[in-house]
């Protein structure tokens, strides 16, 4: 009571804005007790109304916030361009990512709210992993195929006195100065990251409380965060504080394979000597496989404040701080290193030579990174546009301080369409250890000697026994007592002492993520809202980095500019609008209820497509759907398991016999479903999909010796390595068709064309100087071929019960496609029945038959055949499956007229073409929503 | 009892001081403010793909929100 009389004193003579916050303040401490405050103390109408105000839903949303509930789904595909390598011809294409991401909110309660998100990236194509002098050249025709390949071990360099590097005129044996500094690329086989994250708020009238985490996962890292967040809204909602905090634990786990070795200081006992320099970061495993692990924990806190200035404009600025301990390097970039040993003579034209190498790089093992941020956002009256204007300016103990500047115009055009374009300007500082690329005035090995000057010797295979070896004025071998040993047994090499580490500075790195440089990058987002809350939107930028564009100038030099597209399309559903224009259906039906009707309208098990039809004109549906399948276990052939001597001797036509085969493979498939009824006979459908697989492969016991270098290089290369590949699949689009209607049975066929949109080129990335070739035909993307999918379908239903079947097919209409080939037909036939446990709950039970033939024609290029996948007949076969599947549908309430589908297809019998791993089981999941 | 009224006290002196140069914006006129394009981020799923991208070619990463992630470095 002190409180308020208190209160009431001020009124009169402060200022009343700071008075009206103070409430809101200690409103929100105790939110009931401040609610009925504000009733009784509601002395002027202003108040009453403003009270009134804030309790309508369309005022009480701050400008942060989106819809209640949504639904989206996005691809993007980001395509970088080639890089200047000053006439050197690369044989690799430039990295090129593609992205899929599908984000869900929904209301559990009335204050709870559940987010989650996934994220899919997978990317493949050449990236820098070192910078060098043109003359070292990082770039060169190595091996026997066509085009530059990395090479930065064991290189012989020149430099001048002053430690210019010089290029080599091999003819006339002159050289020249050359400064220019040149990437050196590589490329890698396709890798995919997997995201998945959650977010669960409660929100009170005016604060929110949100926890979350999630996990990131790839091959060689792995990620796992959490979070913590809080709003608090007060001064009448002008003004929001948000608070969020968040630790990340990241585990690099990343293999550096006979490929990647050369360059990071190769040899097994090199990279020993490697461990001994710096922490032991790099595990050996039997059979030479090595592994660098690292360790990295982050933590960041975030500050920000949410101010309306009047009833067009609003801003946000924010600071925040991250901490950043362990293990920070990229482990496949490399800092090329040139060892100039100072006892050297110049040679005839003065020049100095140098042995250069490619260390891994270091990095520090903190990071203290700041960051300050302001967005501000102007309503434009005349054109109801939006502006707006981020800056954020970014510090680091690395010694970078970068700026970022943003701005987008927001334009709705109506009807529903919005138009967005955009421009951004980003410049950094190089971090204080960034370093194209070193020169170390020492030796990169020294001969040790004894005492008196005798060079010492050791075993060639086993150098740390700590046997050492001499030899005597007859040059005969002797051991530490002058006794004669014997040569061959010994085979005996000289002692080195690797460089002095200490003379290297204590962190470089040439990546050119810490160079100096400025980027400038502009775009443009198309948005169309239909109604009921469904929106399209596609969008693209281009980028570019260039060191001239770096803010006070300085920065890195031309040869390292480089730029990239994005291009992403989105589609999003506000599921509270659907549901609002729902409920507007149904009174208009004036019958049971649309939903009702629609739940009836024969909905089959998740497993099977085209199943139901919409049934009145004018209706929409949107629908995920995903597919999981897993092969894994021993070989079959036919029905029957095949030992890895079979595989070896007869899986492998027309050749010395298999080296490898699959251990196992499993595919994930996301599905758009786009569904409209123009008349109630007819329904069109579109189908997009993304796909992404991952295969991996074992050796097969008594395989024959590899006899090609391709065999010999790639064979390794299978074995470690786990293969992905991802992208946008085939497009479908289709006509469902009416045929028969009455109550309690119905006919409809499903007419449709597949689009090949789906990559069927898809190679492994060059080893050893060879070419890669094509990856398995089961990993390629999409069927390459277009494809007619006709179905017919029956379903039925009598009180609880429903019934049906359905026979459909895949007719590929060419014969091969671009890379070659063609997948082989597919016939299937399936029928099933489903009882209602509950009135939301179906259950069902299905039977599908499936025939599917062998793969037509072959890859038409390089294509290392190692085992049956790469043959055309171990594809195809006959098999039997059970489904045992759920149905739910939400009858009515906020996420009334949603439907969600399980079902699992197991395996019952396999009679396959060839020899092919069996398969464990499919799992469908569908989720949609008529209206 | 003292603590919890000296807080918001000493909060409300803070942001009573920064926010005096603002008009009061009544609810009833926040419709410009409640339109979707004036949300501060307008696209959520755009900026998480961008920002992503972003933090994969660029130094100065994160730090917009604390959030946490993978990394996707390529």
């Known amino acids: 009571m002190a409180a308020i009389k208190k209160k009431k004193t001020l009124e009169s003579s402060a200022g009343r804005l700071l008075v009206s916050a103070c409430r809101r303040l200690t409103g929100v401490i105790k939110p009931r007790i401040s609610k009925q405050q504000a009733a009784a103390s509601a002395s002027s109408p202003l108040h009453a109304l403003t009270a009134a105000a804030l309790a309508l839903p369309g005022l009480m949303m701050t400008p942060a916030q989106a819809a209640d509930e949504e639904a989206g789904f996005q691809y993007g595909h980001y395509q970088e361009g080639k890089r200047q390598l000053f006439g050197i011809k690369s044989r690799f294409k430039p990295i090129e990512v593609e992205s899929l991401q599908g984000s869900g909110k929904i209301k559990l309660a009335d204050r709870v709210r559940f987010a989650f998100n996934y994220i899919q990236d997978t990317w493949g194509g050449a990236t820098p992993i070192a910078t060098a002098p043109l003359s070292f050249q990082g770039n060169r025709e190595n091996g026997v195929i066509a085009g530059a390949t990395p090479f930065l071990q064991n290189n012989n360099v020149y430099f001048d006195a002053q430690l210019n590097p010089l290029q080599r005129n091999n003819a006339a044996n002159t050289f020249s100065k050359d400064p220019q500094l040149v990437h050196t690329l590589s490329s890698a086989s396709p890798e995919t990251r997997k995201q998945g994250d959650f977010k669960l708020s409660y929100e009170w009238d005016e604060a929110a409380l949100d926890v979350g985490g999630g996990i990131s996962l790839e091959n060689d890292y792995e990620s796992r965060f959490g979070n913590l967040g809080g709003r608090w809204d007060f001064n009448q909602k002008l003004t929001t504080l948000n608070l969020g905090l968040s630790y990340t634990a990241s585990d690099t786990q990343a293999i550096i394979d006979h490929d990647a070795a050369p360059y990071i200081y190769d040899t097994t006992s090199g990279t020993a000597s490697y461990n001994a320099m710096y922490d032991s970061q790099i595990e050996i495993l039997p059979g030479g496989k090595r592994v660098l692990h690292g360790k990295r924990q982050d933590w960041a806190a975030h500050f920000g404040l949410t101010q309306i200035l009047n009833r067009n404009a609003l801003f946000e600025t924010g600071a925040g701080y991250t901490r950043s301990t362990g293990y920070m390097a990229n482990p496949y970039k490399a800092v090329e290193t040139a060892f100039i040993d100072p006892a050297q003579t110049p040679g005839p034209s003065g020049e100095l030579t140098g042995l250069a190498i490619g260390l891994l790089e270091q990095r520090p093992d903190a990071r203290n990174q700041w960051t300050g941020d302001l967005r501000y956002v102007q309503h434009i009256d005349g054109l109801d546009a939006a502006l707006h204007f981020d800056y954020r300016f970014f510090h680091d103990d690395w010694g970078i301080n970068a700026h970022t500047f943003a701005a987008d115009w927001v334009q709705p055009l109506g009807n529903g369409w919005t138009v967005t374009p955009r421009v951004r300007y980003y410049s950094q500082d190089a971090a204080s250890f960034y370093q194209p690329y070193l020169v170390s005035q020492q030796a990169f090995s020294k001969l040790v000697v004894d005492a008196s000057g005798r060079p010492i010797l050791v075993e060639a295979d086993n150098p740390n026994n700590g046997k050492t070896y001499f030899r005597d004025q007859n040059f005969n071998l002797v051991d530490e007592n002058g006794n004669r040993v014997d040569e061959v047994a010994v085979n005996p090499i000289n002692k080195t002492v690797p460089f002095d580490r200490k003379l290297l500075p204590a962190h470089y790195s040439s990546d050119q993520r810490l160079s100096g440089y400025g980027a400038l990058s502009g775009g443009v987002t198309i948005s169309k809202q239909f109604t009921k809350g469904v929106s399209l939107e596609a969008g693209a930028e281009y980028y570019t980095h260039e060191g001239s564009l770096k803010l006070g100038g300085g920065g890195e030099g031309s040869y390292a500019d480089f730029n990239y597209y994005v291009v992403n399309a989105a589609l999003k559903v506000d599921l509270a609008a659907l549901a609002l224009a729902g409920a507007g259906h149904d009174e208009h039906s004036g019958h049971g209820g649309h939903n009702d009707h629609s739940r009836h309208s024969g909905h089959g098990p998740a497993g099977v497509m085209f199943d139901h039809m919409l049934s009145r004109s004018g209706d929409f549906m949107v629908g995920y759907r995903y597919m999981y399948g897993n092969q894994h276990g021993a070989m079959l052939h036919g029905s029957d398991a095949a030992g890895d001597m079979d595989i070896v001797n007869n899986g492998c036509p027309n050749s010395n016999g298999c080296f490898l085969a699959s251990s196992g493979m499993a595919m994930h498939m996301h599905m758009l479903d786009l569904m409209y009824a123009p008349t109630d006979w007819l329904n069109l459908m579109l189908m997009p999909q993304f796909v992404d697989m991952d295969m991996s492969m074992r050796k097969l016991d008594g395989a024959p010796q590899p006899t090609t270098p391709a065999e010999e290089a790639a064979i390794p290369h299978h074995v470690l390595h786990e293969h992905n590949t991802g992208g946008i699949g085939d497009t479908g689009v289709y006509a469902l068709i009416k045929l028969f209607d009455a109550p309690g049975h119905h006919v409809h066929t499903a007419l449709g064309i597949s689009a090949p949109t789906g990559d069927v080129g898809i190679k492994f990335r060059d080893t050893h100087g060879l070419e890669g070739g094509f990856m398995h035909y089961d990993m390629q993307l999409g069927s390459g071929t277009w494809d007619f999918k006709p179905s017919i379908t029956y379903t039925g239903q009598k009180n609880r019960w429903s019934w049906g079947a359905q026979i459909s097919g895949v007719k590929r209409l060419e014969n091969r496609n671009k890379s070659g080939f063609a997948f082989g037909d597919i016939f299937q036939s399936t029928a099933w029945g489903g009882y209602d446990l509950l009135n939301w709950l179906t259950a069902s039970v299905r039977g599908v038959y499936t025939v599917k033939g062998s793969v037509k024609g072959e890859f038409n290029g390089t294509f290392n055949k190692l085992g049956p996948m790469d043959y055309s007949t171990s594809y195809g076969g006959r098999y039997w499956d059970v489904g045992f599947g759920l149905n739910a549908f939400v009858p009515r309430g906020d996420l009334g007229g949603n439907r969600l589908s399980f079902e699992w297809l197991q395996p019952v019998n396999d009679d396959v073409n060839g020899y092919q791993l069996p398969r464990e089981g499919a799992l469908s999941a569908t989720w949609s929503y008529a209206f | ?74």
């Open chain 2, 1 to 74: 009892m003292k603590r919890s009224q000296l807080a918001p006290a000493a909060a409300c002196l803070i942001f009573g001081a920064c926010l005096s140069g603002c008009a009061p914006v009544a609810p009833w006129e926040r419709g410009n403010l409640a339109k979707p394009q004036m949300a501060l981020d307008v696209n959520p799923m755009l900026s998480t793909l961008r920002s992503h991208n972003y933090s994969s070619r660029e130094a100065a990463s994160g730090g917009s929100s604390a959030a946490g992630g993978g990394c996707g470095c390529y």
